[in-house]
């Protein structure tokens, strides 16, 4: 999830969750589950992710490449301002 996440914020991948699950799909029977309904269970779950994190991204847009905030040194550990 988190790296399909990284893709399309990168722009490496395209925010559209049906496309998005053909890459989970090449993986998921690779996957270990205790039942097969629990298998299936995770895999709407999974889904259903990918669908809030589409409309999230796209309702938040970004500049590629744009730091997400700041450092700050501040002696002897850093802060970070900004969003991010």
Do not use: C, I
Not at 65 to 81: E, I, K, N, S
């Amino acid at each position: 999830m988190h790296a399909l996440a990284e893709r399309v914020a990168a722009g490496d991948a395209p925010p559209d969750p049906d496309a998005l699950m053909t890459y989970v799909d090449e993986v998921w029977d690779r996957l270990d589950f205790r039942t097969p309904w629990s298998k299936q269970r995770e895999h709407d779950r999974v889904r259903a992710a990918l669908e809030r994190f589409v409309d999230w991204h796209e309702a938040n847009p970004r500049e590629p490449g744009r730091p997400r905030g700041t450092v700050l040194d501040r002696g002897r550990g850093g802060r970070r301002a900004g969003p991010g």
